[in-house]
């Protein structure tokens, strides 16, 4: 077994080499690579379809529709995150000139804690940013509902949520503007990639001038924008990779199952179950480990499940709040955090993804069940 290839926690959705090539072909017949190209078009009408949402703006990967959507709003002052997330949250709003402020999460969902926002707010604060930490939808209506209450723009760091409904509508259409990744690590990706999902064809159109520079025609900027264009290659393989994404999702989900059903009796591990009424896309298979009641720590347990070749992922940690370009933030102290700083030391993301084999999830499940015999 120790001499098997690693198994790491998800492996990339890759397309169907005859389906891209055709579509490849027409690349290279076409000689129209990139610049809102024919694919360019087709997957953004494609994904409006799948995902259930009006407008989608593609981008060249999940963070420059951050930074995007920050701009178009034109948000100042301070805006409210979490520090329970991958650290581009944050980058996001520190590459705008503006100040994180970090409230703590709910450790029923991993989002942000609606009952902590309040508190937060300043005269300066103008945005809240959430995450739907491993694709669980925030509480977004108490969210809202605070935005509403104080004046607020909400953008929706959704780039774990692809494909996430509450009842039957997509998640993606919650506050001002959601962004996804299509990174290789997701769900569904293009290799690199991203989108801005917006509600109306104005919003659409400065989005689409903001990633290509702030160009409206040949010879007028409108505003300074940046390059975040997605190339014809990639919405080749988001094409081509949209025809496989729900197979890949239903593979997870069987994994989930196995999971939960093997892992539920286990003292001192955590998960979370299905939520009423919403359409997961099992993008991540986080566990929580309470070291007392386990026997054993969660990065003892990380680094048996590496001795045996099998690599999780400690998603969240360390919190984002820690690294040294934010420690210093008056909202970055663990005193502030407490859900968040006690659950980055709990978790473990286990590996889940369409070609995991039933051999390797009985290992992972047996190591998880009894660690101290492995
Ligand atoms: C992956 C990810 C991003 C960044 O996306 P990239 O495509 O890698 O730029 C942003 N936020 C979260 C929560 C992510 O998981």
Same mark, same amino acid.
């Given at each position: 077994m120790e001499n098997q290839p690693a198994t790491t926690v998800t492996t990339p959705l890759l397309p169907d080499l005859d389906d891209l090539n055709l579509l490849l072909k027409e690349i290279w017949a076409s000689k129209?690579?990139?610049?809102?190209g024919q694919f360019h078009q087709q997957l953004e009408k494609a994904l409006c379809d799948y995902l259930k949402v009006p407008f989608i703006s593609l981008f060249t990967n999940g963070t420059l529709p951050l930074l995007t959507a920050l701009q178009a709003l034109r948000v100042s002052g301070e805006v409210i995150t979490t520090p329970? /997330?991958?650290?581009a949250t944050t980058h996001s709003i520190w590459w705008n000139g503006l100040k994180p402020v970090f409230v703590d999460i709910d450790?029923?969902?991993?989002?942000?804690?609606p009952d902590k926002i309040e508190a937060a707010i300043t005269p300066r604060t103008t945005a809240i940013m959430p995450v739907h930490c491993y694709g669980k939808p925030c509480d977004g209506i108490r969210i809202q509902q605070i935005a509403d209450k104080y004046g607020l723009k909400v953008i929706y760091d959704?780039?774990?949520?692809?494909g996430v409904e509450v009842n039957g509508k997509s998640?993606?259409?919650?506050?001002d503007m959601s962004t996804l990744s299509f990174h290789?690590?997701?769900?569904?990706?293009?290799i690199e990639g991203g989108a801005l999902i917006v509600h109306d064809e104005a919003t659409k159109k400065r989005i689409d001038y903001l990633k290509n520079f702030?160009?409206? /025609?040949?010879?007028?900027?409108?505003a300074p924008g940046i390059n975040g264009k997605m190339d014809e290659i990639r919405a080749a393989i988001g094409l081509t990779n949209l025809r496989k994404v729900d197979r890949s999702i239903e593979a997870r989900h069987e994994v989930a199952v196995r999971y939960r059903d093997s892992l539920r009796?286990?003292?001192g591990i955590r998960f979370f179950d299905d939520m009423p009424g919403v359409k997961h896309n099992y993008s991540y298979f986080p566990i929580f480990v309470n070291a007392e009641e386990y026997g054993m720590t969660r990065d003892e347990l990380y680094y048996t499940l590496i001795k045996h070749n099998i690599y999780g992922r400690?998603?969240?940690?360390?919190?984002? /709040?820690?690294f040294d370009c934010y420690?210093?933030?008056? /909202?970055?102290s663990a005193d502030n955090l407490p859900n968040a700083t006690r659950i980055a030391n709990e978790v473990i993301c286990l590996p889940i993804h369409h070609e995991l084999t039933n051999d390797i999830l009985n290992r992972i499940i047996d190591i998880v069940s009894a660690p101290k015999k492995a």
């Open positions: 129209w690579v990139t610049n809102n329970y /997330s991958f650290v450790p029923n969902t991993c989002g942000l804690d959704a780039a774990h949520a692809f998640v993606l259409n919650w506050g290789a690590t997701k769900v569904y990706n293009t702030g160009f409206e /025609s040949e010879t007028e900027v409108v009796h286990i003292k400690r998603y969240f940690y360390p919190l984002i /709040s820690t420690r210093a933030l008056p /909202s970055a």
